[in-house]
């Protein structure tokens, strides 16, 4: 990522949200403050008529098939404005800092609340693993 943004290019960052059916968002990892000049925030709102696609445990082949089988998709897309985080690369403001101030941004436009948790710990608690599904040796 640092050598496509060192050669110009555009990157999609997806820091972490929420994949939840509640209004709360996750905590941003805040990699992305410590490698970019700029960020522009982007308010994602995918909202489902019958379905949820999001399965915490159990068959997440089945998660697709969900999502698809819903009658009604509303997306909604707010651009906000742009973040500079050239203060974290000069060492004013830690890179946590501003990625909490993304989420409050962000939560702000969708009308959801901020949480401390990580994907890590929502997976615990729902499904008791840390999300990373491992192979199966034998």
Not at 66 to 85: I, S
């Amino acid at each position: 990522m640092g050598r496509l943004l060192d050669e110009g290019a555009h990157v999609v960052v997806c820091p972490e949200g929420t994949t939840c059916r509640e209004p709360y968002l996750l905590r941003f990892s805040p990699l992305f403050a410590e490698l970019s000049d700029g960020v522009v925030p982007v308010a994602l709102a995918a909202e489902t008529a019958t379905f949820y696609g999001t399965t915490a445990g159990g068959w997440k082949s089945m998660d697709a098939l969900y999502y698809m089988a819903n009658p009604r998709m509303c997306y909604t897309v707010e651009f906000l404005p742009a973040v500079d985080t050239t203060p974290v690369r000069e060492g004013k403001v830690a890179s946590t800092e501003l990625a909490n101030g993304v989420q409050r941004r962000l939560a702000e436009a969708l009308g959801y609340e901020c949480t401390m948790l990580t994907r890590k710990d929502k997976y615990l608690m729902l499904a008791g693993n840390d999300g990373v599904v491992r192979r199966r040796d034998g």
